[in-house]
């Protein structure tokens, strides 16, 4: 049955996750994953051991991961902490970048295309040995509307975290269904406006699907990566939760 739940307040991340601000000491190796376009750098952290265990891809906003990079290591050393291979994907190309060098909004014409890809690598990491036979998305901004259009496209994606993103408007035609969705939101984001997010968890329910929203008072946009904070921490733990439980994730 569908469902939407919008939760305003109560941070959770020191009774969820006791200590989640400390890093977890996974390190990243950076590695290339074959796509029908190209192949892709991603760095990837392996969660501990050998026993069959989920992945989860995150995609960048619209300036990369390179200004938070350490936040966004720290991110993915807790997801492999957690029983996860968590892999932080570039999915910008050369030519994208150049033309973004110029001032060229690329987004519109490269959307469907980052989607495949996007899909093409959940595909990969679906067939590596360690694999449990599931899969998630994690995007940040421009990365989670990615990642709601590229959870939609490929039923073999089974979760999405959406921080501060919205509906996939480049393709809503297009749209027959929705993985289970977290979506994470500043109240005071005046770049991707949290109405935007409401909107996704609505449409998300009306494609018969589920979507949590959590909305924090008065902060802005960017701040998943910020580990530092207590609402990136709390959407962090929550983020682990949701996913153990959709990707059954089970911490070494």
């Known amino acids: 049955m569908p469902r939407i739940r919008i939760i305003a307040v109560a941070l959770l991340a ?30 990837w952290f392996p969660a501990p051991g050998n026993a069959p265990r989920p992945a ?4 960048h906003g ?5 200004r938070q990079i350490d936040g966004y290591d720290r991110y993915c050393s807790e997801l492999a ?4 291979d968590a892999y932080l994907v570039y999915y910008y190309s050369a030519n994208d970048q150049r033309s973004m060098s110029t001032g060229t909004d690329v987004f519109m014409d490269r959307y469907v295309a980052w989607a495949r890809l996007v899909d093409d690598l959940a595909g990969d990491v679906l067939a590596q040995k360690q694999s449990n036979g599931k899969v998630g998305l994690i995007g940040f901004s421009n990365g989670g509307i990615l990642a709601t259009g ?28 929705f993985p289970p969705l977290l979506i994470l ?35 802005g946009h960017g701040f ?29």
């Not at 619209?62 to 390179?66: L, R, T, V």
């Not at 902490?81 to 996860?84: D, L, V």
């Open 150 to 177: 590229a959870g939609a496209l490929e039923p073999r994606i089974n979760a999405a975290v959406i921080y501060y993103g919205s509906v996939p408007f480049p393709i809503m035609d297009r749209v027959k269904r």
């Open 185 to 219: 939101h500043g109240a005071a984001d005046d770049i991707i406006p949290a109405e935007r997010g409401k909107e996704l968890a609505v449409f998300a329910t009306q494609s018969g699907g589920s979507a949590d929203m959590v909305i924090y008072p008065g902060i």
């Open 224 to 252: 998943g990566a910020r580990l530092n904070t207590k609402e990136a921490a709390d959407a962090l733990a929550r983020t682990i939760a949701f996913l153990a439980k959709t990707l059954d994730a089970h911490a070494p």
């Open 62 to 66: 619209a300036g990369g991961f390179d």
């Open 81 to 84: 902490s957690s029983g996860m």
């Open 14 to 43: 020191f009774t969820l996750m006791p200590g989640i601000a400390g890093a977890a000491g996974i390190e990243g190796q950076h590695i290339l994953l074959p796509a029908t376009e190209r192949q892709v750098s991603v760095t």
């Open 56 to 59: 989860v891809l995150l995609l």
